[in-house]
């Protein structure tokens, strides 16, 4: 079939583009397809499998006939489990296929055009994309390795205008791991107190993969709660990434509009994944400490692998499974253009795909994963130190 000349994009996707973390993963597959021994340390996927007794559960409620369309927002039992766990009631909570949706959910359910959403950087790529498509204007406000990737209350002022509609934090943050303490994120709340026309998403993801104590935003801000969105979800933690789950919690006229976006998209999200999420809620959570052990000691082995390349500058990450080290040495050295001409480079010579910064709004780094298995991580340290140092 030929390509039509008649389609057009719509104007408030003209600028999206499918994620830089997919294209790469999906090259360094294709060149696993075709022989090439490639090192693939750029997903943000557990190597862990899903508990064994998430999966029964899901057997079981399948084998129950369990597979037919659920309430929009979730099933009772499930928002009942995310609600009590969070001292709310059920309808302040939305079951999402995926954090993403709720995400996609909450801004195409507040934003007008021109609306600001301010997202500090780095951030998770799919941010300022979400906030494009619902038709809003991302703010991103940089956050340098030098302030420990965190946004400031000085910054966040600053950055506020009449159009400020959301602020969007990320803590335990992917890509970089940092994480906000009780503290910092009570400054933030005394700079909101004075723009009360400001919500804000906390996306806590990765809350049970902190190695320092995390606070949530809403325990942190308590009088904030009204204006406050909490995104969570069980794909890191729990291993559960293709099961697609994930959940909002907020005021509940914010939840009820969310629904009404939600039901015209999707329905509700996989009965089958949701008895799956009833089951990893309610169960022994020891795993959780078992797995954030093990991720612990993967951070360490590749914080200290990669500071001892030569160029490479590895803060460790307080949380999530990344580190995101500057490269800019070794751009120099080598002549690298952009990180991103840096990674392209890394894949072709030593067969290892990494993320670059830019791809988090924030150049001069690359986004490297350590949620991969031990040999994996030497055998790609390895490499990258090889091909580094013959740079010279």
């Not at 104007?11 to 693939?40: F, H, N, T, W």
């Not at 840096?342 to 030593?350: E, H, N, P, Q, T």
């Not at 994963?369 to 990258?384: K, N, V």
Request: hydrophobic share 45%.
């Amino acid at each position: 079939m030929n390509a039509s000349t008649d389609f057009r994009r719509a104007q408030r996707i003209a600028s999206v583009e499918l994620s830089e973390i997919v294209r790469l993963s999906e090259q360094a597959a294709a060149l696993r397809r075709a022989g090439r021994d490639v090192i693939v340390l750029s997903t943000g996927e557990p190597d862990f499998p899903t508990p064994a007794p998430v999966v029964e559960a899901a057997h079981a409620a399948a084998l129950a006939g369990q597979t037919r369309y659920t309430a929009t927002a979730g099933t009772s039992e499930l928002r009942d489990s995310v609600a009590t766990k969070a001292g709310v009631t059920r309808a302040e909570v939305l079951i999402s296929a995926g954090a993403k949706q709720v995400l996609a959910n909450a801004m195409l359910a507040t934003l007008d055009p021109g609306d600001e959403v301010l997202i500090p950087a780095p951030y998770w790529s799919s941010y300022t994309e979400i906030v494009k498509m619902a038709g809003g204007r991302a703010v991103v406000v940089p956050c340098l390795m030098s302030d420990d990737f965190k946004l400031s209350p000085e910054a966040l002022e600053a950055a506020i205008t009449p159009k400020t509609r959301w602020l969007m934090l990320n803590s335990p943050s992917n890509p970089t791991g940092a994480v906000y303490s009780t503290n910092e994120i009570r400054a933030f709340a005394k700079v909101l107190e004075r723009h009360p026309n400001i919500w804000v998403i906390s996306d806590e993801i990765y809350e049970h993969l902190s190695y320092v104590p995390v606070t949530s935003f809403r325990d942190a801000a308590p009088d904030l709660m009204h204006r406050t969105l909490i995104v969570n979800g069980l794909s890191k933690a729990w291993a559960m990434t293709g099961w697609r789950i994930g959940w909002g919690i907020g005021p509940s006229e914010l939840i009820e509009a969310m629904t009404v976006i939600q039901g015209q998209v999707t329905s509700g999200a996989c009965s089958i994944s949701q008895a799956a999420g009833l089951a990893a809620l309610n169960g022994d959570d020891g795993l959780l400490k078992t797995r954030r052990d093990a991720f612990r000691a993967r951070r360490d082995k590749t914080v200290a692998g990669l500071n001892a390349i030569r160029g490479f500058r590895c803060p460790r990450p307080d949380g999530a499974f990344y580190v995101f080290p500057s490269v800019t040495r070794v751009m120099e050295r080598g002549g690298f253009p952009s990180d991103g001409a840096f990674c392209s480079w890394l894949l072709d010579k030593a067969g290892v795909a990494v993320v670059p910064g830019r791809a988090f709004g924030l150049g001069g780094h690359v986004r490297i994963s350590f949620a991969y298995a031990d040999d994996e991580l030497t055998e790609g340290i390895e490499r990258i130190f090889g091909a580094v140092d013959k740079l010279g």
